[in-house]
């Protein structure tokens, strides 16, 4: 299962970006992303983040799902994404985020964009060169 956790519901996506959710994780369900207030502090974000880290966990045990099958799509304001996918990680829930592609044109003298869904790409802790 697939818990969406951004400011763009899943109701709202593009039919690729549906269609590979579903194929990857079977059923897709929502939660909004939180209001996070631009002069907050970390502790505050970080406060938040775990509301939100209880909040998913809380709705996979109702759905009575294992470890291997809790993921979440979180897509958000930087440092409480950050924060959040640590959290959701520490409770071994497995986060993801959406790539897109831009696709730029020139209408009427404006640059438009609009962008592509991808693939979703897992959040991993990345490993520096040394």
Not at 22 to 30: E, F, K, T
Not at 93 to 104: D, E, F, H, N
Request: with cysteine; proline share 3%.
């Amino acid at each position: 299962m697939l818990l969406n956790i951004s400011n763009h519901s899943s109701k709202t996506w593009q039919a690729d970006q549906m269609q590979q959710a579903m194929l990857q994780y079977g059923i897709v369900a929502d939660m909004p992303f939180p209001d996070v207030d631009p002069s907050a502090d970390e502790s505050a974000v970080s406060k938040l983040a775990q509301e939100y880290a209880l909040k998913a966990e809380h709705f996979f045990n109702q759905q009575s799902l294992s470890p291997g099958q809790r993921y979440v799509h979180v897509m958000g304001e930087m440092t409480f994404t950050f924060c959040l996918v640590e959290m959701l990680q520490q409770k071994g829930i497995q986060c993801v985020a959406s790539t897109t592609r831009r696709m730029s044109e020139e209408k009427g003298g404006r640059k438009v964009s609009r962008f592509v869904f991808v693939r979703f790409r897992k959040y991993e802790h990345c490993a520096s060169e040394r």
